[in-house]
C-alpha cells in the first residue's frame, strides 16, 4: 500500500499541530508540518500531498474572529491551488479551528467550487460563538449521521474531547437545514442516551430536539458537530480526535476498563485506508 502523505497546515497561533501530525503518523501515513507562509511562498508544494489537514488552534489570535483570517488566505493567494487540490481524488480535515477556517475558506460547503456562478453556501452556513458565551472543554459523544464521510466510514457512535469558544452552527436560512440533510453533509451529531429514545421516535438523529448541555456542548443547530461535503472527501468537524488516541487518555479509561486504542484514530486510519 503507498504511503499518503499528509500536509499538516499551520499558521500563527496553530497549536494542534504536532498531535494531529502524530496520529496520522500512528495511522500509517507520512505527515509533514508546513507554516502558511511556505505554502504562500511556493503553492505548488500543495501537489506533493494527498491530504490537506487544519489542525486545531487560534489561529492569528482569533483576533477577528475564529479561523477567519487563515480562510482568506486560503480563498486569496491560495485560491487556485485548494480549487486543485478539491477537483483531485485528494481528502481535506478541518479540526475545530481548522474546521472553522475551512468552512469560512469555501473548501467545505461549496462542492461545485470549480462552478463560479454556483452561490457559495459559506456565506450562509458559519460557526458562531457558543450558546453559552464561554470557552468550553470537555468529553462529548458523537452520532456519525452521514454515510458519505470518508474519514467516518464503519464509525457509529465515538467519545471525544471538545475544547472551543465558536462552534455553534448557524445558518442564513432555515431550510438550509433540508438541503444539508438531503445532502448528507452533517456528518456527526452531539450524542447522548436521551438523543437515542428521540432519535428511536423521530427515525433521523438529525431530527431530534436540541440536547441540553452538557450533551451538547454549544447549542449547536440540530445538534451537529461536523459537517462533510457531498462527495464525503473533505470533513470539519469541531471536537478533537486527535487527543484520543490511546484508551488511556479517556479520562474513565480505568472505570471502564477501556485498553489499547482510543476512538480518534479510527478517523485517521480511515484517511489512510482511503488510498490503500
Known amino acids: 500500500m503507498a504511503v499518503p502523505r499528509v500536509c499538516v497546515l499551520r499558521a500563527p497561533g496553530t497549536n494542534c499541530d504536532v498531535e494531529t501530525a502524530h496520529a496520522f503518523e500512528l495511522a500509517g501515513a507520512s505527515a509533514e508540518r508546513i507554516h502558511l507562509f511556505r505554502l504562500l511562498e511556493d503553492p505548488s508544494r500543495l501537489n506533493e500531498f494527498q491530504i490537506l489537514c487544519v489542525p486545531g488552534g487560534f489561529s492569528y489570535g482569533d483576533d477577528l474572529g475564529a479561523g477567519v483570517i487563515f480562510s482568506r488566505q486560503l480563498r486569496g493567494q ?65 452520532k456519525v449521521t452521514s454515510c458519505n464521510s470518508v474519514f467516518l466510514k ?10 472551543h469558544a465558536e462552534g455553534r452552527i448557524a445558518l442564513k436560512h432555515p431550510e438550509l437545514l433540508d438541503q444539508l440533510r438531503e445532502n448528507s453533509q452533517i456528518a456527526a451529531c452531539y450524542w447522548s442516551p436521551a438523543a437515542v429514545e428521540m432519535a428511536k421516535a423521530s427515525g433521523d438523529p438529525t431530527r431530534i430536539a436540541l440536547l441540553p448541555e452538557p450533551e451538547n456542548p454549544n447549542g449547536s443547530l440540530a445538534n451537529i458537530a461536523g459537517l462533510c461535503d457531498t462527495t464525503g472527501r473533505v470533513l470539519g468537524l469541531m471536537p478533537h480526535p486527535e487527543r484520543f488516541l490511546f484508551a488511556t487518555q479517556h479520562p474513565q479509561w480505568t472505570r471502564r476498563g477501556l485498553r489499547g486504542e482510543g476512538d480518534g484514530i479510527r478517523i485517521f486510519r480511515n484517511a489512510v485506508t482511503y488510498f490503500g
Open 78 to 142: 491560495l485560491n487556485e491551488a485548494m480549487r486543485e487540490f478539491l477537483q483531485s481524488d485528494k481528502l481535506v480535515l478541518g479540526i475545530c479551528n481548522g474546521f472553522q477556517t475551512i468552512l469560512k475558506a469555501g473548501l467545505l460547503m461549496r462542492r461545485g467550487i470549480e462552478n463560479s456562478a454556483e452561490k457559495p453556501l459559506e456565506d450562509q452556513v458559519t460557526l458562531t460563538w457558543n450558546a453559552n458565551g464561554r470557552y468550553t472543554d470537555r468529553w462529548v459523544r458523537l
Open 154 to 163: 464503519g464509525i457509529d457512535e465515538f467519545d471525544v474531547p471538545m475544547a
